[in-house]
């Protein structure tokens, strides 16, 4: 069951950039990244109200953990310019492509506190395979 | 030029991941959620004043469908929530991609009116690279973080 969950979770995922690249598209870039996350604040704001979930916490965090949200706008942003001008597919493959680089420099730097991990020879295998992936997705 | 556009839209995911997920630790998975576009709205503010690039009439031209982006977030989000205790999150990340390829070749089929089969054809050597790197036994982000 939450195999389905996991692939309807990638569905959704395209069609999210179908429909924020398009607004963005027809509003302009800044202007629609208001409109998303104004929207997405009302919802969340109204689920904590209907389920009473305790919020108080959030004001102890430590500062820096607030900029999560610009980061957030950061990539709106950018998935927006690439979908207008990449279509879905391609940016779908690129951002992953994108996470895969930056989890493996991240776990071999040990940056953010984490723990460092050793990084693992064969892996340039897998890399070099997806590598080739993206290269077909690009020319053709 | 767009292609390290997206590639770099990846690493604000990472990122946004380990932040989210250390809020998450903290507080739980909706006053996470509210942080983040609580920070996001405030910053768009200030983008929009800095610019002074929006026109509020543009609103009314825009079909309601397009304002249901945000809900999808939100069902994304908590979806994310849902699945991660429960599968190895390196078969999530194989499987959440096979969603994105299948929705996304749709989307471009029916928005540009062409099928791309290199589209296709990359989109499966991926998912062999990722599916190779899944047995190479080391745990790393993504396979321990990922959506």
New interface residues.
Partial sequence: MYKYLAILNGLLISIMVLLNGTLAKATGLYFSLLIINGLCLIIVILIIIIKKIPIKDILTLPKYLYFVGILGLANITMNNISFINLGATLTMGLVLYGQLLSSIIIDFGGFFGLKKQPFHPKKIIGIVIMSLGILIMVIY | M??P????????????I???G??NK???L??T?????????????L??LL?K???IE??K??PI????????????TM??G??IN??PAV???M???????????L??YF??NQF????L??????????L??SK???????ET???
């Fill in positions: 767009y292609i556009i997206a590639i770099f839209s990846g690493f604000t995911v990472i990122i946004s380990i932040m989210l250390s809020i903290k507080v739980g909706m006053p959620t509210l942080v983040n576009f609580g920070a996001g709205t405030i910053g768009s503010i983008i929009l610019v690039d929006f026109n543009i609103l031209n825009v469908y397009l304002y249901f982006g945000s809900v999808v977030v939100i069902a994304i979806l994310n849902t699945i429960n599968i078969y999530t990340t499987l959440v991609f096979i969603g994105q390829l299948v929705a996304g070749m989307i471009d928005r540009l791309s089969p290199g589209d054809v990359g989109g499966i050597v991926v998912l062999l690279g990722l190779y790197n190479v036994n080391t745990p790393d982000l993504v973080n990922i959506e």
